[in-house]
């Protein structure tokens, strides 16, 4: 798959396709527009779905107004109306890497990771284990997933010890009514209020000193009204690396203080059970999970795990003490990992579009002596989550994406030649194909419709969740149908 360098002559405009309209595509977007440089650029952005903003729009949890605020930057980019959006159409699927070449002089892909990382442990496959990422697409409304969840258990496991862990087991924890002032659809609504769960249990096989959550939204647990949260003493033992990561790095220090005032709080709640909330939420530090038990039906009856210990280095070792706990349902958030484009080099180990600080590598066996491994595609690029890994947050993206643009810039002289690079020509394409994509008015639409769907009832937004829905209203087809999924 290794590209031909093309002669060197220099076009004077770039018509740039990016592809995934989350934080990455949009910054990647702004940046060239707003860099220095001798050539004009014209940009359209497609994303599958028909709305923008990725993984703001449906991963960050509902109850982070302050978070899903950025929508409002993302959205003064688009505004500026220098960038074309098509929504709705899907990379390889509506259009391919052959009919980008035609169009376009390079593409930037920026698709994110929606998938959840695998969990090799017995039981994964039981009725009651559950993915987050297809958790979190449920309750943020993702247009591609089941309407309903199964929240049946009373006695839940999440595992992991990363932000995402933290939002599954907040959003399973708080009351539904907590979270109406938010931007959830109705079905996330009734289905978190028939939720009869009582305990939900965060496992981690490392210690306090050694978790990935921020402090800002472990210490958010402890604010959830009607809400306990019980951490056990065993935990605390700490070693010496654990007493230095205390002494020398300010997030483990303030992570440490507000688990030490939960600690207190639960030595106040053991002498008086009777003040205790309705629910828990329990933090299970040094507990490595080793298998998910059959009730005997097929469905998750319990979680086995075993009790690690410090290996006196920061990482940690078994124990060999094995523990069991009774729980209907499991929760891993263990990370997500990215999903392969048709025609585009993949990286299956880390998940990721291989590249050298954004250039696009040609996928090859180093050890062949081909000569074809790492060499550069030319005209592809990645930003984001596809180009580094489901890592980082928001703000990171940006920086990620002034590297890419910076090396698309530099490439210049190796662009794709396109045969057909007006602006008109990708239109006629997907209208001869008939996908049915959404533009900037278009999401201004359902943007509009959603917010008036939430002013109705006090809240800000209430979010439109059927695609099909979401591409009427943003389509302005069938009017009383969009009207009517109130
Ligand atoms: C549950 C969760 C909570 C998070 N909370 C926070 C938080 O509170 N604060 C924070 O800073 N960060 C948070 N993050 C991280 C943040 O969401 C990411 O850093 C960021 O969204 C990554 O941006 P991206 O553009 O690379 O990917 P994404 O946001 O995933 O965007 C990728 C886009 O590509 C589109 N796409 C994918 N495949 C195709 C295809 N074949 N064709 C067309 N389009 C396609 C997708 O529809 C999507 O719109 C959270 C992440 C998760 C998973």
Redesign the pocket.
């Known amino acids: 798959m290794t590209e031909k360098r093309p002669t060197d002559q220099r076009p004077a405009k770039l018509r740039l396709a990016i592809?995934?309209?989350?934080?990455?595509?949009?910054?990647a977007a702004d940046i060239l527009l707003k860099a220095e440089r001798n050539f004009d650029v014209s940009i359209d952005l497609?994303?599958?779905?028909p709305?923008?903003?990725?993984?703001?729009?449906?991963?960050?949890?509902p109850d982070?107004p302050r978070?899903k605020g950025?929508i409002s930057a993302l959205r003064d980019v688009l505004d500026r109306g220098d960038i074309r959006i098509f929504g709705n159409?899907?990379?390889?699927?509506?259009?391919t890497l052959d009919d980008l070449r035609k169009h376009y002089n390079a593409v930037i892909?920026?698709?994110?990771?929606?998938r959840d990382a695998d969990l090799r442990i017995p039981g994964i496959d039981l009725v009651g284990s559950y993915g987050?990422?297809r958790f979190?697409s449920w309750f943020?409304g993702h247009p591609d997933y089941p309407r309903t969840w199964p929240l049946e258990a009373k006695q839940v496991a999440v595992i992991g010890n990363g932000?995402?862990a933290l939002?599954?087991a907040r959003i399973l924890a708080k009351h539904a009514d907590d979270l109406l002032p938010t931007e959830i659809p109705a079905n996330v609504y009734d289905g978190l209020k028939a939720s009869p769960v009582t305990d939900v249990h965060i496992f981690g096989r490392r210690g306090p000193t050694s978790v990935k959550f921020t402090p800002l939204?472990l210490r958010e647990l402890g604010e959830l009204p009607d809400v306990d949260i019980v951490v056990y003493d065993e935990d605390f033992d700490y070693d010496d690396a654990a007493r230095a990561a205390v002494a020398s790095n300010k997030q483990v220090f303030v992570i440490d203080k507000v688990l030490g005032k939960w600690r207190e709080r639960a030595h106040k709640l053991a002498e008086d059970p009777q003040a205790g909330a309705s629910r828990r939420l329990h933090l299970h530090f040094f507990a490595k999970p080793l298998e998910l038990i059959d009730d005997g039906t097929g469905r998750v009856g319990g979680i086995r795990y075993e009790r690690t210990a410090p290996d006196g280095q920061g990482g940690v070792v078994g124990t060999g003490e094995i523990r069991e706990l009774p729980v209907q349902a499991v929760y891993r958030?263990v990370g997500?990992f990215g999903?392969p484009?048709?025609g585009v080099p993949f990286d299956k180990k880390h998940g990721v579009i291989p590249n050298r600080e954004g250039q696009v590598l040609s996928k090859g066996d180093p050890s062949s002596g081909a000569g074809s491994a790492n060499q550069q595609l030319y005209g592809v690029y990645a930003?984001?989550?596809?180009?580094r890994g489901?890592?980082?947050?928001?703000?990171?993206?940006k920086s990620?994406a002034m590297e890419t643009v910076r090396h698309l810039i530099n490439d210049l002289g190796n662009w794709w030649r396109p045969e057909s690079p007006s602006e008109e020509s990708i239109v006629a394409l997907l209208d001869e194909r008939g996908v049915e994509y959404t533009n900037l008015d278009g999401w201004h639409r359902l943007d509009q419709h959603e917010q008036a769907l939430g002013a109705a009832e006090g809240r800000v937004r209430i979010k439109v969740v059927p695609r099909d829905e979401m591409v009427a209203i943003s389509r302005a087809v069938a009017p009383a149908a969009a009207a009517a999924s109130a």
């Open positions: 592809v995934g309209a989350g934080p990455a595509g949009i910054y497609f994303d599958h779905l709305a923008p903003y990725g993984l703001v729009r449906y991963g960050v949890a982070h978070i950025i159409v899907r990379f390889g699927v509506d259009i892909f920026a698709t994110g990771a929606v987050a990422a979190v943020d932000n995402v939002d599954v939204e958030a997500y999903s484009l048709p930003t984001g989550w596809i180009k489901p890592v980082g947050l928001i703000g990171h993206t990620d």
